[in-house]
């Protein structure tokens, strides 16, 4: 207590009395940090607090050190805050003091605390990120990777898109995979068993693709000899580069790296292999595909209905073909004096030769037989039709005569067109009856009659053809004609028209006229 007195006898005075208490300095007692262990792992939060005894019921504040440096911002008792350590392992010591506002009054910083900072493991995983699917064999193995280790033994936990898998604990995971059209993402937790420091990878992700399916459909073909093929086998899938190479019975095919293979000229049995390849993952798949050859068909026989033949008559051609791919049809291909007969593809048909003047009467039928299989085709064979002309036939005579009974007619029949060798017999026809005159000359009489009387001569070749034809003859009997003008006079130079009348039943005739006795040509 202090108090205060004039110090001059006899003056007027006033004191006072102040009381200071004086207390003693703050104390913290102990720095606590939480987790409580020495060492933590790094990327740990931590929570750091100050513990003190002394009565504060006055406002304070804190001052917190972190190895050594002031913490700018942190005031109260306790804080938080993520510790790290980077490579190595990394001390945190923290002190912390204790300021009275009111009095100013400083603890004194003699207490600390220290935890150390174990640097994480940090973690990758190693392996194929594409593989084949195959149900026999492990196709998926993956190796966990510690970087910068603090310690040489580890537990891990591989996980499948984040589901961990039962039984995998070591640095190493393989198993059989199916395929998937999406990946399979894989993380894998590593622990050190010393410091119970943990790290997680990145995902990896690992494409499990499927073999590819090649196939051949039919998966075997036969042919003749020296047929060639284009063999071109069917995919699962078309949207991955796959590679692919040929052999012929176990032999590698030098340049055959293409889906498509165009064989050489076969004859003998052959297997085709073709194998595909998933560069990516190495996939593979294989199919094989059987050629068997055949000998060719063969035409053993070509007939005609005849071997000679009257020209526009029919023939019937035929040919039998044998031989080839079994059950196969046969295709026949025919030719006429080398022309192609197009649309005659049967084993028979019936033709109609015809020669003109300057034609050789000799026609010759080729043919050879296919089938629709690569390399079937016959040698062709042919054989020949001998064609006669038919007799050309010209009827000479009157074509008009006249008489009232018993008119006279004189016919001729003029014949060519008749080969070296060839005999004719001949027939006179009247009105389609048989007159028995074999002979090119034929005569007689005809009774008067309002229409024609019709001859018909017949020529009949000694190799089977036959030429007819008809000659029309009008018997009349006299006429009495009537001449009419268009004037009875006209002036010179103006046109006259005459007009010859006869009666009705007169019929073919012809008509001359004459001026002043002179035949107007």
Known sequence: QYGAAPGEPNTCYADTTINVTVKALPKIDNIAIVPGNDSICSGTQVTVTAEYSTDLSAPVTFGWYRNGALMHGVNGASFNEVLTSEGLVTNYIYTATIMQDASGCVSRSNVADTVSVIPQPTISIQGDPVVCADASTTNVTLTAHVNDPSSASYTYEWRLFNETLSGF???TYSAVVAASEDPYVYTVVATDNTTGCSATSEPFEVTVNAAPIVTFNPIDTIICQGG?????????RYDRNYTYSWSVNGTPIAGATALTYTTPEMFSEQRFIINVTDPASSCKGA???????????????ISLSTDTIC??????VAAVATGGVPNVPYTYTWYKNGALLNGVTDSSFTDTPVISENDNNMVTYQVFATQNVSGCQSASISDTVQVYPNPTITITGDPLICGNHAAEFSLDANISDVPDGVTLTYDWRLDNVSKNVNNTHYEGTLEQRDYPYEFTFVANSSVGCSTTESY??????SIEVAILATSDSVCPGQPVTLTANVPANFSALAYRWYANGIEIP
Not at 228 to 236: G, H, I, N, W, Y
Not at 472 to 477: E, F, G, H, P, S
């Open 169 to 171: 604990t070591g640095n």
């Open 228 to 236: 060639v093929l284009t063999l071109t086998p069917t995919l699962d």
């Open 287 to 301: 199919a094989e595909f059987k050629v068997s050859s055949e000998n060719d068909p063969a035409i053993t026989s």
């Open 311 to 316: 020209n526009g008559a029919q023939v019937e």
């Open 472 to 477: 029309l003859v009008y018997v009349n009997d």
